[in-house]
């Protein structure tokens, strides 16, 4: 199972950056799925989660401003980011909780996708 994260960039503050996770491999279902920042010598901290159902919780930091989203049907989930700030930098990544086979469930990352906004 392989979870790809894209949509990283540079932007100014204020602007705006959607994210992007798609999940492949031998996946027989995705459960809960998140995204996480992580800023150097500072743990990843959670900014969004989303259940299958739809259902969302958000960093206080976000809230407002990111909404996370998936489409099951494609193994995809998103975080749209708005009026972004300098402290939004980071490195993103992507978590899922892979139901692998009905007996067995795990979680994966992907890799690290930049975000930079400058001031």
């Known amino acids: 199972v392989q979870l790809q994260a894209s949509g990283g960039g540079l932007v100014q503050a204020g602007g705006s950056l959607r994210l992007s996770c798609a999940a492949s491999?031998?996946?027989?279902?995705?459960?809960?799925m998140g995204w996480y920042r992580q800023v150097p010598g500072k743990q990843r901290e959670l900014v969004a989660r989303?259940?299958?159902?739809?259902?969302?919780n958000y960093a206080d930091s976000v809230k407002g401003r990111f909404t996370i989203s998936r489409d099951n049907a494609k193994n995809t989930m998103y975080l749209q980011m708005t009026s972004l700030k300098p402290q939004d930098t980071g490195a993103y990544y992507c978590?899922?909780?892979?139901?692998?086979?009905?007996?067995?469930?795990?979680?994966?990352w992907g890799q690290g996708t930049q975000v930079t906004v400058s001031s």
């Open positions: 978590n899922a909780d892979v139901i692998l086979d009905p007996w067995t469930q795990r979680a994966f």
């Open positions: 491999g031998s996946i027989f279902r995705l459960d809960d």
């Open positions: 989303v259940s299958r159902s739809g259902s969302t």
